[in-house]
């Protein structure tokens, strides 16, 4: 293969890599369907009836419960679905890794439905994944 051809491959490769979402995030930088109106649902939900901020804090640094705005996971990889799930089925006192020892039921202890639920989750998401 002549020089001129590889270094254009190269180039073309190279701005794949860059421009490219990554594995399940759609054209908009969110997690496969998740949309802004539903991050801003659940802000709502995390600030509210989801009594989320009672243990992560008002802007998700953390407090009883973990920071959730940096890219450190204790019990997943922090994509969209294992917040979702995470969410819904909490963590035990067993499954906890932190020192003390803090437990998080499902949903957080909270009533809220499965649609508010995806809905935190997608704002749980953003505060770790901030727009560029």
């Known amino acids: 293969m002549n020089t001129r ?5 190269l180039a073309v490769a190279a701005v794949t890599v860059v421009t490219a979402p990554a594995f399940g995030q759609g054209a908009s930088g969110l997690p496969a369907g998740v ?3 539903m991050i801003d649902q659940g802000n709502k939900v995390y600030h509210g009836p989801g009594l989320c901020f009672a243990c992560h804090g008002p802007e998700g640094k953390g407090g009883i419960g973990p920071d959730l705005t940096d890219t450190v996971w204790i019990h997943s990889k922090g994509t969209y679905d294992e917040i979702v799930k995470q969410v819904l089925t909490g963590v035990t006192l067993e499954q906890s890794t932190t020192n003390p020892k803090v437990a998080m039921p499902p949903k957080g202890g909270s009533a809220i439905g499965d649609d508010d639920v995806k809905a935190v ?3 749980v998401w953003s505060l770790s994944h901030p727009k560029k």
């Open 121 to 123: 989750a997608a704002f």
């Open 5 to 9: 051809w590889s270094a254009t491959l």
């Open 35 to 37: 949309t802004q109106a």
